[in-house]
T-cell receptor, first 113, second 113 residues
Framework: QKEVEQDPGPLSVPEGAIVSLNCTYS??????FMWYRQYSRKGPELLMY????GNKEDGRFTAQVDKSSKYISLFIRDSQPSDSATYLC?????????????FGAGTRLAVHP | DGGITQSPKYLFRKEGQNVTLSCEQN?????MYWYRQDPGQGLRLIYY???????QKGDIAEGYSVSREKKESFPLTVTSAQKNPTAFYLC????????????FGQGTRLTVV
């Protein structure tokens, strides 16, 4: 079983829809949770970063962490064609030294006009 | 502008050849990483370096080598021992040795011909 599971999609939605992207994980030591957006043939860019449980909002994006269920989500409101990309979740435990990032496989999202 | 520069963007290698991928950062980050990305899979860690003149193997180090002679530079050599080198290679950096917010370069697509 992988440490981080993410549905690869593809997920196709009409413009303006609310998108929900999710990851589950098995390691209860994970404390840092991140979402990256990756356009085709480009490097990932950091979208959202949260520590421990709770919600974080940034414009049209909301990241949610439920540590009791080992489940994280990214919501995109009023989705736009420019949101079409692969979204990768990533997470890491906390320790005093090196913290290894574990990535999900990524969910491919297509927003059509 | 601060960032991570990977070169070349596309690279072709013949069977039995070694090739070196370049990664330079001007973010003054301590730690640098090399990941490999294959279709349908998450990012897999090849090597990482937390400080100059020190580096550690990641999950899939076989057939790869690195050096870290300068803080800004972390080149990756794909040797002939790597049996399946065709992939998208991503370099990343984080501010501290325990940093979790990774910043990525734009990637190098390596193809064996």
């Amino acid at each position: 079983q992988k440490e981080v599971e993410q549905d690869p999609g593809p997920l196709s939605v009409p413009e303006g829809a609310i998108v929900s992207l999710n990851c589950t994980y098995s390691n209860s030591a994970f404390q840092y949770f991140m979402w990256y957006r990756q356009y085709s043939r480009k490097g990932p860019e950091l979208l959202m970063y949260t520590y421990s449980s709770g919600n974080k909002e940034d414009g049209r994006f909301t990241a949610q962490v439920d540590k009791s269920s080992k489940y994280i989500s990214l919501f995109i409101r009023d989705s736009q064609p420019s949101d079409s990309a692969t979204y990768l979740c990533a997470m890491s435990p906390f320790s005093g030294g090196y913290n290894k990032l574990i990535f999900g496989a990524g969910t491919r999202l297509a927003v059509h006009p | 502008d601060g960032g991570i520069t990977q070169s070349p963007k596309y690279l072709f290698r013949k069977e039995g050849q070694n090739v070196t991928l370049s990664c330079e950062q001007n973010l003054n980050h301590d730690a640098m990483y090399w990941y490999r990305q294959d279709p349908g899979q998450g990012l897999r860690l090849i090597y990482y370096s937390q400080i100059v003149n020190d580096f550690q193997k990641g999950d899939i180090a076989e057939g790869y080598s690195v050096s870290r002679e300068k803080k800004e530079s972390f080149p990756l050599t794909v040797t002939s021992a790597q049996k399946n080198p065709t992939a998208f290679y991503l370099c990343a950096s984080t501010l501290g040795q325990g940093g979790t917010e990774a910043f990525f370069g734009q990637g190098t697509r390596l193809t064996v011909v």
